[in-house]
């Protein structure tokens, strides 16, 4: 499974952006998709995830009213619809992939299998 992540760039505080995360390959055995992001100086950190199917949403309650995880079947694409950024949100988000996880989105970024390469938000004040 190869995970390719895009959408990032600079956007002024208040604004929106929306990452895409395509998945290719033997993409039938993914059972979660998640989207993760670093910060300078900082851990990586769990922000949303997504079951494979489609049947079930997660988001750390840091986000939960600003950013909305959301894929399209057909393209293979999991999208993360980011509005109201804040400079705190600045990090290289990534997102990732398990085959694993049916029921809940693992908020360990060890317990994802595949992972995207990243791409840049950058928010200014």
């Known amino acids: 499974v190869q995970l390719q992540a895009s959408g990032g760039g600079l956007v002024q505080a208040g604004g929106s952006l929306r990452l895409s995360c395509a998945a290719s390959?033997?993409?039938?055995?993914?059972?979660?998709m998640g989207w993760f992001r670093q910060g300078p100086g900082k851990e990586r950190e769990f922000v949303a995830g997504?079951?494979?199917?489609?049947?079930?949403?997660d988001y750390v309650d840091s986000v939960k009213d600003q950013f909305t995880i959301s894929r399209d079947n057909a393209k293979n694409t999991v999208y993360l619809q980011m509005n109201s950024l804040k400079p705190e949100d600045t990090a290289v988000y990534f997102c990732?992939?398990?085959?694993?996880?049916?029921?809940?989105?693992?908020?360990?970024?060890?317990?994802?299998?595949?992972w995207g390469q990243g791409t840049q938000v950058t928010v200014s004040s």
């Open positions: 390959g033997r993409t039938s055995s993914l059972s979660v």
């Open positions: 997504i079951s494979w199917s489609g049947g079930w949403v």
């Open positions: 990732a992939a398990d085959r694993n996880s049916y029921y809940y989105s693992p908020r360990a970024p060890h317990e994802y299998e595949y």
